[in-house]
């Protein structure tokens, strides 16, 4: 069988085709390899000062401010000698570039340096750092909360008020070392700093537990710890004496610190737990409360 030949003007048109064709793939090529020249070549940065070296490549990898810069989207200055000037504060733009380049970055470890870095995101447009940082952010402020808020007082009514309204049981020490009237003792600084050192360490031991209070006033005492528990005064121990030379009288400040100790354990008993009925805990506290009254004078109660 003849072999069938097609017609002169179809081969032509195959053959224009097939050069086309070709030709086009080499456009696309020559495409290709002049972005890969152009994405590997080096930028030089100067922002607010801080001298940076990038590929175009790295500042158009994502969609953002930096790519619309350097695409030819948006007009850039560059001084005499190349580099191209960025008016914003170029101290958190390297981990801008490093966020750029590898998709994540290590966050500041405090929240003023994260908000400067959240600024510089939103400034750039780039959202997923922006997201980031304010994870971060939110991180940092969980674990910077205040282990106990302790409030100074400064009058009566003023511990009246929270002893009444608190749900947890209470503790206050007053200290004021202008009420005294004498000379201390050589060792009543160092006994009412020790005073104040563990009044601090219990508040953040046992905030979640207890309620604690400063009062900086006072009624003319120097240092007094007072526990309250349903509102009312359990106990009171007072840490300060007169005592008496040859001819002059000495205020001596002490540090108890067990009796401290044994009258925050007590004053837990009347802790309020919702998984206890309340008339097991009035019982098991009475007689504690009764015997405590019975104890050493410094054990005052209302």
Not at 184 to 206: G, P, W
Request: with cysteine; proline share 3%; hydrophobic share 35%.
């Amino acid at each position: 069988m003849a072999e069938c030949i097609p017609p002169i003007d179809e081969a032509e048109t195959e053959l224009l085709k097939k050069d086309k064709d070709q030709g086009g793939e080499e456009e696309e090529l020559k495409e290709v390899l002049e972005t890969l020249k152009t994405q590997g070549t080096y930028v030089k940065l100067n922002v607010g000062g801080c001298l940076y070296y990038t590929t175009i490549g790295t500042l158009t990898k994502h969609d953002n401010m930096l790519r619309a810069m350097f695409s030819g989207r948006m007009e850039v200055q560059s001084d005499a000698e190349g580099w191209v000037l960025v008016d914003r504060s170029g101290k958190h733009f390297g981990v801008i570039l490093n966020y750029l380049r590898d998709g994540s970055v290590s966050m500041p470890d405090n929240r003023k340096e994260c908000l400067e870095l959240l600024a510089e995101a939103k400034y750039y447009l780039i959202d997923e750092l922006v997201e980031a940082v304010e994870k971060r952010l939110m991180r940092l402020k969980e674990e910077h909360q205040p282990l106990c808020l302790v409030p100074v007082i400064t009058s009566l009514e003023e511990a009246h008020q929270i002893v009444s309204t608190s749900s947890k049981p209470v503790i206050k020490l007053l200290y004021n070392r202008g009420n005294n009237k004498y000379s201390y003792t050589s060792n009543s600084d160092d006994n009412l700093l020790k005073n104040i050192e563990l009044f601090d360490k219990l508040s953040v031991r046992l905030g979640s537990r207890i309620s604690f209070i400063k009062d900086i006033v006072g009624r003319g005492e120097i240092c007094c710890w007072t526990f309250y528990g349903h509102g009312k005064k359990v106990a009171e121990i007072c840490c300060e004496s007169i005592v008496y030379a040859t001819d002059r009288k000495h205020t001596k400040i002490e540090f108890p610190e067990a009796k401290i100790l044994d009258e925050t354990l007590n004053i837990m008993l009347y802790e309020k737990r919702l998984d206890e009925p309340q008339v097991v805990r009035t019982a098991h506290i009475e007689p504690t409360s009764r015997t405590r009254r019975r104890t050493p004078e410094n054990f005052l109660s209302e």
